[in-house]
Structures are given as C-alpha cells and as structure tokens.
C-alpha cells in the first residue's frame, strides 16, 4: 500500500470516526444516569445468564485442524470396546492376608457407590486355560483369601492370569483396582469420584491410595479450573483495585477502572454462557486477563483528565478536553488489542479460537464503556482534588520527576539504549530456538498435587499411565486368526519393547501363549476363535476379526518425547507389518502428538496475522507507514522478549503460555500508540520534538506506567494457579508487559531524539498536521 492511499484511506475514515464517537461523548456527559443505567441493565441481565457457565475439560476437542485425524482415531479404537478405567492404586503389603482382606472390602464398598458399574481388584481376575476341546475362564479366587495355604493357591492362579502384571507391582506392595465410572466426566461421573475419594479417604487415608486415568485427570482439570475462577477472579479485581486506590488516590479515579473491570467481566462471560460456550483449560484464564486487559482505557481517560483537572479546567471542560484528545488513542489501542487477541480466531485449537472471539467482543465491551460510562462517571462524581499547576507554585509529583529524569537520561544515551536493547533482543532469540511444546495435560499440575503423585505413583511399580494402541488392520474378515499375522504381532510387541518410555505391552498373541506357550498351528487358533465367539477377546480383536489392537502404555514425558517416539514406533512397525496390512495409532498420547502440531502451526500464524493487522491500524492512525513501524519496534523487542526468556528459561509453550505473544502483540502496541500520540499533541503545541519527547514521557508515561502496574499486578495473581502452566502464564506475562512498557518508554524516545530518525518523524508529524488543517 502506498503512502498516499494510506493518507486517503485515513482522511476518510478516521476524521468520520471521531466526530461520531465525540458526540456520542458529548450525549454521555450531558445525560450521564441515562448512560449509567443502560450499562447497569447490560451488566444485571448478562450477570444473570452467567449462572448458567459450564466447563469443558475433553482434551479430543482441543483442536480443529486434527478433528479428522482425531475422529479417525476414535473409530480405530472403537472397534475393540476399550473403556479407559479410573486406577486405583492401593498401597500395602499383599504378603498379608489383612492387605488381601481390606482390598476386598474396600472394592465391596465401592460397587456401592452410584454410579460405578464395575470396580475389578486383582481378586476378581481370571485365567484362561484349556477345558478339553474347549477354553474357559477360571477366576484365580473363589473367595478372598483367609490362610497363608489360600494365599498361596490364589498367588499360583493370579500367576496364569493375563492380568497378573497390571494389577500387583513387583515388589508387592501395590495393587491395581480399576474402577469403570457411568457418565464420564458429567455431573455423574464427578459426583462418583466424590463418593469414591471419601470412601479412600476413610478407609486408607493419605498416601494409602491414589487416583490416576484420563478419567481422573479430566476430573482434576475440571476441579482445578473451577477453583481457579472462584478464587483468582476475585482476587485479581481486589488487586487492580489496589492499585488503582494507590495511584490515584481518588473515588472517580478508582471506580472508572473498577466499575469498567466489573462489566466487562460479567457482560462477557454472560454472553458465552448465552451461546453456550463453556470455560475451558485455555478460556478458564479469560476472566483473569479482562481484569487486567479492560482497566487500561479508563485509566488513560482518568490520568487525561486529571491533568485537565490540574492545569485548572473546570470539570466540565476538563472532561470534553480530555474525550477529545483520547477517542482517537482509545479507539486505536482497542482495535489493535482486539486484533492481538482476534489472531486466535485463526487458531486450530477449538478453545484457543473461542478465547479469541470472546476476548475481542470483551475488549470491543471495554472501549465502548470507556468511552461513553467513564465521562458519564466522571460528570457524576466531584472532580478529584489535585493542586492547580496554572495558578499556584507546586512541587512537581516524584513520578513525573522521575520519568523526565528517565527521558533525559534515555536523550543523552540514546546509542548505549539501543545497543543494549539490540543485545538483549539478539540473546533472546537464541533462547527462541529453544522453545519447546507442551500438550500433555498431566504435566500442566505442579509437582505434588494429587495428579503429579498418582502418575508417579502408578508408573513407579506398574509401568506408563497413558494408553497407547496400536490398531492393526488385515484387510479382510477374519484376518488377525491366522499363524503369520499372529506371528507378526509378536514381532510387533518385541519393536515396542523397545522403546524405552513404553511398558506393558501386549496384544492378541501374548494372551495365545499365556494359553499355548510352545508353537502356535492353526487347528489351535480355531479352537480359540471357537472358545472366543463373535465377541472379542478383551480388547484385543475386532468382533469380525479383521483388525488386532496392540495395547501398550506410555510413561508420562514431555510431549516432545513422545512425538518422537511416535514417530519412530509407526516407522519401525512398518517395516515388521504383514503385507496388505495398515495400522493406526490411537489414544491419548496420539491426540497429544496432535495437539502440539495445532500449537505450533497456530503460534507462528496468529504472530504474522496480528502483527500485520496491528501495522496497519497504527500506520492508519498516524497516517505513515513509517511511523507505523517505528511503534512496532517495542513491540517486536517484546515479542522476542517473551519467547526468548521462555527458550531461556525452559518454559514450554503450552495451552496457556501459547498466548503469551499474541497477547503480547494487542497490549504492547497500545503504550508505542498513547506515546507517539501524546508526542504528536504536544508537537501542535510548538514545542521542539525534543520537549514533545520528555513532555511524552511524563504525561503519557505516568498513565503508561500506572497501566503497566496495573496489567503486573492483575497477571501476577495467575502466578497462584495450582495449573503450572497458568501460573507460568502469569509469571511470564509480568515480565512480557514490564518489557512492553519499558521498551515504549526507552526505544521510541532514543530513535526520536536521533538527529536523522527525528528530523524525518518531525516532517511526517507537521505535514500531517497542515493536512488537517486544511480539512
């Protein structure tokens, strides 16, 4: 786009833009309680819908991209009727026959429970073993146990079961017991777990049991999430609020911000509920970052207004002034913020896309309210006390020493400022090289919650936790009983075996030679498929017969680890696969490998998509592309600021921190736009570009500064998310708009106070301004 078509493109849309939203300011400030009331309806009716706000914590749902390849999964695995239990691992001596005796008590007192169709402790395993001509199941306990002689026999039996190494670890101080829950992850389901903790609790008390299961995990990110919105939400207000107190020290300058947050909050989460639109592990975060997002406007309209008030403007005139000089900026920081977040929608994750969609609409909330609630807020409260600068001989405040000070200091060591900031960028985005993906859900808890221990637990004494299965088609309608393809299979298990993060692995032929241990004929696999009928063997063939499942587990590792091993483990099946053959990998640790695919792909597009759509907001506003890049420098030091001390830092990018830059994109742009801006009006007012830059500093950066606290302080409550990945979400955005707002406050004005940069930015500015005033 050309320079001149930009400038037309501007005339014609923002000078319209303006007038209109003045006068809409105009009928705020005239008729506040009208405008006051309409956002106190709007804000009562969606806060009653939101009563109504679900949660969704299915990890197959995550992205769209892989959706086919997902359901393709889905319907592998279906033909074999494989329910993922909850595991239960029960902690004690099973050399006593009290271990044995209370196990089978508490498996008892679990069947009860509603909703539990089936609880299977080790002594409610069977083995298979020739009849005759025929095959039967022989339970490996008739009763439990009550002499070492029956201890004994049982110990013999468990032995031929196919079950006996999933369900006692190899020390014998542990077992098994796999509970199948009605309802899922529904209201059912999470009453069951209830019911079944509190039994747990009661009978073997802390470290005598532990949960584990895609089941369980759902569970806790169900819990976890909804802990996390009931406390952090509450919070994270009670702390802008704070700051706001501390920075103003002025009702009007508090309930702005405040009454903004609150609306904003409540409209939009009332109006995903109205959609039906549930919180998700990603969405859970939105509550947090409106909080912290929507307060920014007020305050910048608040801090205008207040130096309005100061050099003597009566509260009337102080307000119009001060809409007047900020309908623009606001308007602008919005759009390019909306943009930042809007860059989801393009995402492949199904609750990343939805985050984008109801962060736009909140932000969109947000500047509507700042613009037309915050005068009216304004005219309805006395004006805040502040000493009159015009008319009486006052200190200047310590802030704005301060950042003058800065300025100056940043004016005489512009080259050192940006040497420093051209290393650190270039440090950073060596760390970005580093960056890493993360979607295995089982790694997002911190080390010693009740997830974290399960695992740990589990897959110290019985192997991995997460199922991985390997379904094997034939072709053809009874395929899989046949010698070679049950051969192949076993030379299958033997590829699997070897790999280091996978671990009780077992398939059609492992339950074969648990019944036949010598060489395998045909006349035995009819037997089988006779004794076995058309319903299946556990797991293990399709009813049809034409397909086989190989079940292994894999250990819980970063989801870069198991990509890799995925990829390896389908390359070397291959090459063992009987001809004619194909297969397909399912299961949990699949889905993860999809996932981080989504990531990856939706990370590198929602970058170039927003910060093209920011470019040319900002380049519209001022009416100069090259203007337009000059504020994009902060905020591309910020961006590879944030992913660097991630590379650096070893942060993985995850459901959470994966929208580190994106945000970073929407809210770092606003401090470069309030800068240049303010820069632009004290320019008007005949000052050189060298006081405009150091009177910028001390206007805009006070409110630039006040924000960034603010925005801190609100992501800083995430940093006590019992999700690790949230609260490394929190820790990073810190430091993410800590650097946006010290890069708009050091790098803008070192480039504006370069002899050559500055004389070209001064000409760019008055030619603009003679073209507005011949309009």
């Not at 930009?6 to 003045?22: D, N, T």
């Not at 804000?43 to 969704?56: H, R």
Request: charged share 15%.
């Amino acid at each position: 786009m050309t320079q001149s078509k930009l400038r037309r493109i501007g005339s014609e849309v923002l000078k319209p833009l303006k007038k209109v939203v003045e006068k809409a300011v105009a009928f705020s400030v005239a008729l506040p309680w009208m405008i006051l009331i309409l956002f106190a309806v709007l804000t009562v009716f969606f806060g009653m819908k939101t009563t109504s706000l679900k949660f969704e914590t299915n990890i197959d749902n995550l992205a769209t991209k892989s959706a086919s390849e997902i359901k393709e999964i889905e319907l592998a695995a279906r033909d074999f009727s494989i329910w993922e239990p909850l595991y239960l691992v029960l902690v004690g001596d099973t050399r006593k026959l009290e271990t044995w005796q209370k196990i089978a008590q508490t498996t008892a007192n679990l069947r009860k429970v509603e909703n539990v169709s089936r609880a299977l402790s080790p002594l409610d395993s069977t083995y298979i073993t020739l009849q005759g001509f025929s095959i039967g199941n022989i339970p490996v306990a008739s009763a439990v146990p009550s002499s070492e002689g029956e201890l004994k026999i049982f110990f013999d039996n468990l032995s031929r079961s196919f079950d006996s190494r999933f369900s006692v670890s190899s020390s014998g101080d542990a077992v098994v017991v796999r509970l199948y829950i009605r309802g899922g992850l529904g209201s059912r389901g999470k009453k069951a777990i209830d019911g079944i903790q509190k039994i747990l609790q009661d009978e073997w008390g802390d470290g005598g049991y532990y949960l584990t299961g895609e089941l369980f995990l759902g569970y806790s990110v169900d819990k976890t999430v909804v802990a996390d919105v009931m406390i952090l939400f509450p919070l994270a207000i009670a702390v802008v609020f704070m700051v706001t107190i501390l920075s103003f020290r002025s009702v009007s300058g508090v309930l702005a911000p405040t009454l903004t947050v609150l609306s904003t909050v409540v409209v939009t989460l009332g109006f995903m509920a109205m959609l039906g639109k549930p919180l998700t592990i990603i969405s859970a975060i939105l509550p947090v970052l409106l909080i912290a997002m929507s307060s920014a406007d007020s305050i910048h309209i608040f801090s205008r207004y207040r130096e309005e008030i100061s050099r003597g403007s009566q509260k009337r005139q102080a307000i119009t002034q001060s809409m007047s000089s900020m309908v623009l900026p606001v308007v602008m920081t919005s759009l390019t913020t909306a943009a930042g977040f809007g860059s989801l929608i393009f995402s492949s994750i199904i609750p990343m896309k939805e985050l984008g969609y109801f962060s736009v609409f909140g932000i969109i909330y947000a500047m509507l309210f700042s613009l037309l609630a915050v005068p009216a807020v304004l005219s309805s409260l006395p004006a805040p006390r502040v000493d009159i600068a015009a008319s009486r001989n006052v200190e200047e405040p310590f802030m704005d020493k301060l950042l003058y000070r800065f300025s100056v200091a940043v004016a005489k060591k512009r080259r050192i400022v940006l040497l420093i900031s051209i290393a650190v960028a270039l440090v950073c985005i060596v760390g970005i090289t580093n960056v890493q993906f993360e979607s295995n859900l089982s790694r997002y808890f911190r080390k010693g919650s009740a997830v974290s221990r399960g695992v740990t637990t589990f897959e110290d004494r019985f192997g991995g936790s997460s199922l991985l299965i390997i379904a094997v088609d034939s072709g053809r309608e009874g395929g899989v009983m046949t010698v070679d393809f049950i051969r192949a299979l076993g030379e299958m298990e033997k590829v699997l075996d070897g790999f280091d993060i996978l671990s009780r692995t077992s398939s059609f032929h492992s339950l074969v030679g648990s019944i036949y241990p010598g060489d395998l004929n045909q006349g035995q696999i009819t037997l089988i498929k006779s004794g076995v009928g058309s319903s299946g063997v556990q797991g293990y063939v399709s009813k049809d017969s034409s397909k086989a499942a190989i079940h292994t587990y894999i250990r819980n590792t970063s989801t870069r680890e198991i990509s890799r091993t995925l990829v390896r483990v389908e390359r070397e099946l291959l090459k063992v696969l009987p001809a004619g053959a194909t297969l397909t990998l399912t299961g949990t640790p699949r889905v993860i490998q999809l996932h981080m695919e989504s990531f990856a792909q939706s990370q590198a597009v929602s970058l170039l998509f927003s910060a093209i759509i920011v470019w040319f907001i900002v380049s519209l506003m001022f009416l100069s592309i090259f203007i337009g890049s000059l504020a994009m420098l902060p905020l591309l030091f910020t961006i590879v600021f944030s992913l660097g001390i991630m590379g650096l830092t070893g942060t993985p990018l995850d459901a959470a921190t994966v929208l580190v830059a994106s945000i970073s994109v929407g809210v770092g742009i606003d401090y470069s736009i309030h800068f240049i801006e303010r820069v632009k009006y004290e320019l008007k007012s005949g000052n050189s570009l060298e006081k405009a830059s150091n009177k910028a500093s001390r206007t805009a950066g006070r409110a630039i500064l006040i924000n960034a606290i603010t925005l801190i302080s609100g992501f800083s409550i995430l940093a006590f998310s019992n999700f690790l990945t949230v609260s490394a979400f929190g820790i990073l955005m810190t430091f993410t708009m800590a650097a946006s707002s010290v890069a708009a406050l050091v790098i803008i004005p070192a480039i504006l106070n370069s002899r050559r940069l500055g004389d070209r930015i001064l000409k760019v500015f008055l030619r603009a301004d003679v073209k507005e005033s011949r309009q």
